[in-house]
């Protein structure tokens, strides 16, 4: 943007003093790089939208104009049109959740659930327990209404639910106004919530009396293993945010909340607050897209190509990495979670793939207080498999190097000073 | 929606404290009202969509997702597409500002611009001033970030400028964050702020230091007498909010806003934090549906279906509403604001109209602290002349037969008491 060139800020000071904690996503900052066409991106989560039949997809739009476009061009409800939430009725009776349609809000994309809930609970200094890392529009979401975010780690079976225990235990009944899990391929460590820890995490938020959020924007796009139910399948009080950016297209900007009755009616006052209703538009679109079964078989087609790329990634990362780096296995989504030595800054690594042709976000992006400066979030969803075995190979060259560097040092007894990350 | 069964709220008191002050909109929830079939509207203020070409605004969406549906599918800059920003480009400069693409963020209509400038700018407490009355959705936007909001009445000449002045000598230099105003066919009043006031405002806001909000849905939507250069127009400091709503279509969620550089460059954060980035799908079909001249002759016989409308309600309100009622004769936009004697609350009167087949909003929905009571807000732009004239007419009943009861009150001596309101 222009503004980049402005240096004097007359309005300075003048500014909300949330704006202080709200940053830029480095994820969002990436795209442009990710542009080049030179450069192979593992930065964005970005759908292989390719895959969506265009003419499928244009004429549900070409129809929701000429056929309902008194609905199509008009103001909706704040709630979304009925006929698309009968439809997310019955995409979530699929997975386990029996709702109504009176149960459900239509948003722009889930983002806009992750802002209405945080506009609906956080006063500053209220606490929110998430995943660390996590999901960084969450972070941005929730920053913007000044709570402290207290993240709880995760192993391969998602979040550690000792740890959370231990953070409930410190914080006391109702001591935090949420907690916030992704519990399918989480973004950006790729686990998947562990069965027993998703009953052991609903117990105790009901013990410390604490309403749970789940955010599952990946949950059908499952490679291998067993349907895992949601949170929302095991107990009605948890909030539940859908989107259709993963099953159809994010251009679209629409996604979906339920949740308990009282709080669904407060995020409703906030919605027609934020833009009075969301795009009536984009609705009877997805409603059209939605009617016939061929979006199943789309659906299949893309979670193989996802799934042809994360063993593209996984199997070079096997061949290329060293062996000093860890990484995540996921079993659906669109993130490897890659973790270096220490003492290695992945933001000042990014510099150095940028100008061998490849991204990646650094991991700090994923946490509120700068940790995770030594990982990478690898998303291996929009590269052909080709590509991703070439940027794999000019990541570890990178890698390598680095860690060369780091081994001379340390044989020569000189422990490296850890530099500052960029996030 | 079905939560309305719910009593118990085991959530009460975890809320945020803004929550108490968001409110319902009167206008949305007149909504369900409005679309029973015997029923005459002068609530909602909604667009005519039925004037759009259908056809043309198809197949701009049809050639969105064929032609360009690697864009129009994906997730987009959070800025919005630089075409688009381009068109809105030359619409400033048709009305005498001279902008570039990157002096302009696209939003979901004008009220998410409303709802990211107050996040971008109030802390609880803090002092907004607008008009009194003013628009509701600013209201709603508002609210949600706790501040006091002083009310600036208008007269036929819009904003009274002594009353600002007096407002704020009060409230001393950098005593309120912004002034916000919808200078042209306000809503609700109907009033457009003259030229000379308009200089007279920005030398104000010069002289306390405080930012200008310029509302200007209905700017392009002028029946008679010349055009007012927009604020905007007058002072590069002046943030100005334009929408499609009213040019194209509501549906598509469309608007933009233009401020200087470093404020612009806050609201693009706390729009990543709101919804990550606009639908791209809306803004290429916007793009296709603008990128010809059609749209000019539609907006021309659009502009002409409203100066009907407004003929046929100033027209039956002159030959049927009792004496003491008094309007305002809008010279564009959508709105007549009308004042009932003082001791004649519009909400008890809604009640009766409904009954009697016409609806309109109560003049306290438009104020934040229940003033207006007395009023009403009468929308002409989406009735047929003829309706019009039938819902004035039963409108006239209702009133004359409230007066009636107050006159024979009065002529017994006995004054009648101001009853609750009901927004």
Not at 187 to 210: Q, S, W
Not at 244 to 273: D, E, N
Not at 316 to 337: D, I, Q, S, Y
């Amino acid at each position: 943007m222009g503004t980049a060139r402005i240096v004097f800020d007359r309005w300075d000071g003048r500014y909300a003093r949330r704006m202080a904690r709200v940053r830029s996503s480095a994820v969002r900052d990436l795209f442009a790089a990710a542009s080049r066409p030179d450069i192979i991106s593992f930065a964005g989560g970005m759908p292989e939208v390719s895959r969506v039949p265009a003419e499928a997809a244009a004429n549900a739009a070409y129809e929701a104009v000429i056929h309902e476009g008194s609905c199509a061009l008009q103001y909706g409800s704040s709630e979304g049109r009925p006929a698309l939430r009968a439809q997310i009725v019955e995409l979530m009776a699929e997975i386990g959740v029996r709702l109504t349609a009176d149960d459900i809000v239509v948003t722009a994309g889930a983002q806009q659930g992750l802002d209405l809930l945080a506009k609906t609970f956080l006063d500053p200094g209220d606490t929110v327990i998430a995943e660390g890392p996590t999901y960084v529009g969450a972070l941005q979401a929730f920053s913007a209404y000044e709570p402290d975010i207290v993240c709880v780690p995760m192993d391969d079976g998602g979040m550690r639910i000792d740890a959370l225990e231990t953070e409930l235990a410190r914080l006391g009944p109702r001591g935090a106004k949420f907690i916030y899990t992704i519990p399918n391929f989480q973004n950006p460590a790729g686990v998947t919530l562990r069965p027993d820890r998703r009953r052991r995490l609903l117990e105790l938020a009901r013990e410390y009396d604490i309403p749970v959020i789940e955010d599952d924007p990946y949950g059908r796009l499952r490679f291998e293993g067993g349907h895992v139910k949601p949170l929302r399948a095991l107990d009605d009080d948890v909030i539940y945010l859908g989107t259709f950016s993963k099953i159809f297209a994010p251009g679209l900007r629409l996604g979906w909340m339920t949740a308990p009755g009282p709080i669904l009616a407060k995020v409703l006052l906030a919605k027609q607050a934020a833009d009075l209703c969301g795009s009536a538009f984009a609705q009877v679109t997805a409603e059209r897209y939605f009617s016939g079964t061929r979006w199943r078989r789309v659906l299949q087609g893309l979670t193989r190509t996802y799934a042809e790329r994360r063993d593209a990634m996984l199997g070079a990362m096997e061949e290329h990495f060293p062996a000093e780096v860890r990484w995540t296995r996921p079993e659906g989504g669109f993130f490897v979670w890659a973790e270096l030595p220490e003492f290695i800054d992945a933001g000042v690594l990014l510099a150095e793939a940028v100008e061998h042709g490849v991204t990646f976000v650094p991991g700090s992006a994923f946490y509120p207080d700068n940790r995770g400066r030594n990982c990478m979030r690898l998303a291996f969803c929009y590269a052909e498999p080709e590509a991703i075995e070439e940027g794999i190979r000019r990541l570890s060259e990178v890698v390598e190097d680095r860690l060369e560097l780091y081994r001379a040092f340390i044989a020569a007894g000189a422990l490296p000073e850890v530099t500052e990350g960029v996030a």
